[in-house]
């Protein structure tokens, strides 16, 4: 629907890449979004476990720090939020130790994709930026 604003309100599961071609690893997270900040936790499947999140939405556009309750380095995420909602793709980085890929559907669908390749999820980054590049001019922006 034209105008709409997509939200990232609610739980979200989703993958982690590393970019050497690794598995994927899983998360649950829970955003809550606003005027534009969003606070909310993620439980990663490994032993990191959860971590706290702090950031910025502005539609399509999300960035976020994710921060250990066990003290361990800093992660920060950004992404698009695509698909009216559903989906959001990004990156990750930490410092200039590690970075990766990552790609989350909302908890609330019927059904959650197969985990992606990291080739298709590449792909899917491209597109999804190229979309944000080339949107058409809304009265207010003419």
């Known amino acids: 629907m034209a105008g ?9 599961l989703g993958n982690y890449y590393y970019d050497a071609g ?7 997270a829970v955003f809550v979004e ?20 702090f950031g910025k ?3 399509p556009m999300l960035k976020f720090t ?10 920060s995420y950004e992404g698009i939020v695509t698909d009216e909602g559903k989906k959001i793709a990004g990156t990750w980085t930490i410092g ?31 597109l999804e930026r190229e979309k944000v590049m080339v949107r058409p001019m809304t009265q207010k922006q003419k």
């Open 57 to 59: 939405f502005a539609d």
């Open 96 to 126: 200039n130790m590690a970075k990766g890929k990552w790609t989350a559907w909302r908890q609330d669908e019927e059904e959650i994709p197969d985990l992606q390749t990291e080739d298709e999820l590449d792909e899917t980054l491209v």
């Open 34 to 53: 606003h005027n534009g900040s969003i606070e909310g936790s993620i439980l990663d499947d490994g032993q990191l476990g959860e971590a706290k999140v």
């Open 22 to 28: 690794s598995q994927p690893f899983g998360f649950e």
């Open 4 to 12: 709409s604003k997509n939200s990232i309100n609610g739980s979200w």
């Open 66 to 75: 994710k921060k250990y309750n066990s003290g361990v380095s800093t992660v």
